[in-house]
């Protein structure tokens, strides 16, 4: 069966509603962040990124990673696109453009928007000093290209590929979310806001989304 390292609140999340999505079966390891722990080395700490057992399976210390019979893969895109080819079904490419054009998306994604889209999420506290309220100012400026390029594409097509929900969507509306945490991004793209409550509103989604407000903020 395939496992699953990486709680739900890591960006396992994009793999486990993807296999909700495909009803795949899964088991699930809860390695946390060390760096959500007081102290991650100590004797009885839960597993973490920082455990040898999990650094033996994968050194570069970062969940989420997948076995799945017998190949280890890191980067939770990696493993989207994997899982995706392999089971196929609606969400996977049709043929080789609709692979390309797919994973050209999750490269937008994770190159141009995430580490913006991230720093708003994780500064933008309501207890946040003016030089963090100054540093999401600054990602949501430098948002503004990327985010125009997907405004004008899901206005004219719906999806990114294909005209219909594929793992495509699902990787660049797990990216997305961390920035929709400010207003000014929802009021500002509407086209982006329509499609991210439509993928939100996927009961894989919601399974996935209930099982991660289930675990310890
Ligand atoms: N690009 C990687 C990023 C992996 C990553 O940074 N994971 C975070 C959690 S979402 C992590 O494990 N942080 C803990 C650490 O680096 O110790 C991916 O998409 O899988």
């Known amino acids: 069966m395939l496992v699953i390292h990486g709680v739900t609140r890591s960006r396992a999340s994009r793999i486990i509603w993807l296999c909700h999505e495909l009803d795949l079966p899964f088991r699930q390891e809860p390695v946390i962040q060390a760096y959500r722990l007081a102290n991650a080395d100590a004797r009885g700490a839960p597993p973490n990124t920082r455990s040898p057992s999990f650094l033996a399976l994968s050194p570069a210390g970062a969940i989420p990673v997948i076995e799945d019979e017998g190949l280890v893969l890191s980067e939770s895109l990696a493993a989207v696109m994997h899982l995706t080819r392999k089971h196929g079904g609606n969400l996977a490419p049709a043929?080789?453009?609709?692979?390309?054009?797919?994973?050209?998306?999750?490269?937008?994604?994770?190159?141009?928007?995430?580490?913006?889209?991230?720093?708003?999420?994780?500064?933008?506290?309501?207890?946040?000093?003016?030089?963090?309220?100054?540093?999401?100012?600054?990602?949501?400026?430098?948002?503004?290209?990327?985010?125009?390029?997907l405004?004008?594409?899901?206005?004219?097509?719906?999806?990114?590929?294909?005209?219909?929900?594929?793992?495509?969507?699902?990787?660049?509306?797990?990216?997305?979310?961390?920035?929709?945490?400010?207003?000014?991004?929802?009021?500002?793209?509407?086209?982006?806001?329509?499609?991210?409550?439509?993928?939100?509103s996927r009961p894989a989604f919601k399974t996935m989304w209930a099982a991660r407000e289930a675990e310890p903020a």
Request: hydrophobic residues 50%.
């Open 95 to 149: 043929d080789a453009a609709e692979d390309a054009l797919m994973l050209q998306w999750a490269l937008y994604a994770a190159t141009s928007i995430e580490p913006d889209a991230l720093t708003i999420q994780m500064l933008n506290r309501p207890a946040a000093g003016a030089e963090d309220r100054a540093l999401v100012t600054d990602a949501i400026d430098r948002l503004k290209r990327p985010l125009k390029v």
């Open 151 to 200: 405004e004008d594409h899901l206005a004219a097509h719906g999806h990114l590929v294909g005209g219909r929900f594929t793992a495509a969507d699902l990787m660049m509306a797990e990216i997305v979310r961390y920035g929709w945490t400010d207003n000014r991004l929802r009021a500002a793209w509407p086209a982006v806001s329509r499609w991210l409550d439509a993928c939100q």
